[in-house]
T-cell receptor, first 115, second 114 residues
Framework: EAGVAQSPRYKIIEKRQSVAFWCNPI?????LYWYQQILGQGPKLLIQ????????DSQLPKDRFSAERLKGVDSTLKIQPAKLEDSAVYLC?????????????FGPGTRLLVL | AQKVTQAQTEISVVEKEDVTLDCVYE???????LFWYKQPPSGELVFLIR??????QNEISGRYSWNFQKSTSSFNFTITASQVVDSAVYFC???????????FGGGTRLMVKP
């Protein structure tokens, strides 16, 4: 079974530029998550989708971050404009369902450096 | 508020030593799930174990074992006879509501030297 796919793996941009990350979850997984992991810290949830609807985006900085999952499969996370503090690894995860006992499976992440 | 604390930020051991990684959590929920993930240098979080709040039995999987103690809100992870390949950052996480929101600890970096 294929795991969670993410691209690109690395991205370097200058502040105030925009960037987008792509995620393809495990086939059949209804729930998709985006996390931000700053160096030396644990991942922090940004947004959670159930199929193509947003379940929770309370931690998403909506003035600059946006995310969508239009067809309930792939998802895109965008940052516009980027700030220096956005330098982090952006992890995508998926789970079969949204219930608390479901294990989340993570992709390899996109490492973003904002200069 | 939900919180996960991994007090050990970095541990260094020599190969074949046993090592225990500590995890302490806080939650008001009566039903919750605890997880451990491994993050090797490649960056991907690898799922290791899931434990629910009603099951306090210890679990062993090969060289890995987990000790869940509800009375002390701890879910500790022991690696027996550590190997260099165990070098990674290990995260403890808590799933604390019906929506499967994960709260992660800060992680423990384990370095196993040959």
């Amino acid at each position: 079974e294929a795991g969670v796919a993410q691209s690109p793996r690395y991205k370097i941009i200058e502040k105030r530029q925009s960037v987008a990350f792509w995620c393809n979850p495990i086939s059949g997984h209804a729930t998709l998550y985006w996390y931000q992991q700053i160096l030396g810290q644990g991942p922090k949830l940004l947004i959670q989708f159930q199929n193509n609807g947003v379940v929770d985006d309370s931690q998403l900085p909506k003035d600059r971050f946006s995310a969508e999952r239009l067809k309930g499969v792939d998802s895109t996370l965008k940052i516009q404009p980027a700030k220096l503090e956005d330098s982090a690894v952006y992890l995508c995860a998926s789970s079969l369902l949204r219930t608390r006992q479901e294990t989340q499976y993570f992709g390899p992440g996109t490492r973003l450096l904002v200069l | 508020a939900q919180k996960v604390t991994q007090a050990q930020t970095e541990i260094s051991v020599v190969e074949k030593e046993d090592v225990t990684l500590d995890c302490v959590y806080e939650t008001r929920d009566t039903t919750y799930y605890l997880f451990w993930y491994k993050q090797p240098p490649s960056g991907e979080l690898v799922f290791l174990i899931r434990r629910n709040s009603f099951d306090e039995q210890n679990e062993i999987s090969g060289r890995y074992s987990w000790n869940f103690q509800k009375s002390t809100s701890s879910f500790n992870f022991t690696i027996t006879a550590s190997q260099v390949v165990d070098s990674a950052v290990y995260f403890c996480a808590l799933s604390h509501n019906a929506g499967n929101m994960l709260t992660f600890g800060g992680g423990t970096r384990l370095m196993v030297k040959p």
